[in-house]
């Protein structure tokens, strides 16, 4: 086998874990590593190490968050497994975002060079098979709930400091869990965003696709990742959040 030969294999673009577990819930993490596999320009998007260790290439610790929260919930939990700056699975395929070239000041050469067919071979090999598997999990239980959970930095370049621990997003479309979660974890004393740092509603994300389209209970959790860059971190917010989103959920009657 040459070199070229083993470019060419996939590993599979996602982790699940505790697909059988019982609970209504699934969690999600879209944003869950940096790995950009080889046949993606040797493996190397052309920016530093350090770029590639921060936020922009990933969501720091919301991958051991999402899996000690499913641990607690007893939940499946379905994480990517390449960077969203090699393709962004929390966007739809038509959004212009789905393939950055410049973020939070870095600029991505292997994306700037990056034509249609680059976008369509990143599509069929990493983004549409992660979201065929998170839309299997989500069909397995017929009461199905939708937690996704992502993290946040603490302060994009030359903005201010972001002051929540925790944001928490959802749709106006379905309002059902999003601002009682929010209320919850106000009343713990977190300084809680209500769909911030972001907007809690985009076309075509996760979210919209697996959970608005379908009518199921769904929010998004972020946390700030100062606050969850070490398995201590994790598993302390996973115990904070996995009793407040079963109240949450069972008091909705969703």
């Known amino acids: 086998m040459n070199a070229h030969d083993t470019d060419q294999i996939d590993t599979p673009p996602f982790t699940i874990e505790g697909e059988d577990r019982p609970s209504r819930w699934l969690v999600t993490c879209d944003h869950a590593t940096n790995r950009v596999p080889p046949w993606v320009n040797g493996g190397d998007l052309g920016i ?17 968050l999402a899996s000690a929260l499913a641990r607690r919930l007893d939940a499946p939990v379905i994480r990517s497994d390449f960077s969203r700056l090699v393709i962004d699975p929390n966007r739809g395929e038509d959004d212009p975002t789905l393939l950055m070239r410049l973020y939070d000041g870095t600029v991505i050469p292997a994306n700037r060079r990056a034509d249609g067919a680059e976008r369509e071979r990143r599509l069929d090999r990493l983004y549409r098979p992660y979201h065929r598997e998170l839309a299997r999990l989500a069909a397995a239980h017929p009461a199905r709930a939708i937690c996704a959970v992502h993290s946040f930095t603490p302060q994009l370049k030359g903005r201010p400091l972001r002051p929540w621990l925790v944001g928490i997003l959802y ?17 713990r004393g977190w300084i809680t965003g209500d769909n911030e740092p972001y907007s809690g509603h985009l076309d075509g994300d996760s979210i919209d696709t697996h959970a608005l389209a379908h009518g199921r209970p769904n929010l998004l959790i972020e946390v700030r990742n100062d606050l969850i860059r070490d398995a201590g971190g994790q598993e302390l917010w996973a115990a904070r959040l996995a009793p407040v989103l079963e109240s949450v959920l069972t008091d909705s009657g969703a």
Do not use: K
């Open 48 to 64: 530093a190490a350090p770029d590639m260790a921060r936020h922009i290439a990933y969501d720091v610790g919301a991958a051991g």
């Open 171 to 187: 749709s106006h479309r379905d309002e059902r869990l999003g601002p009682a979660m929010v209320q919850a974890c106000r009343a």
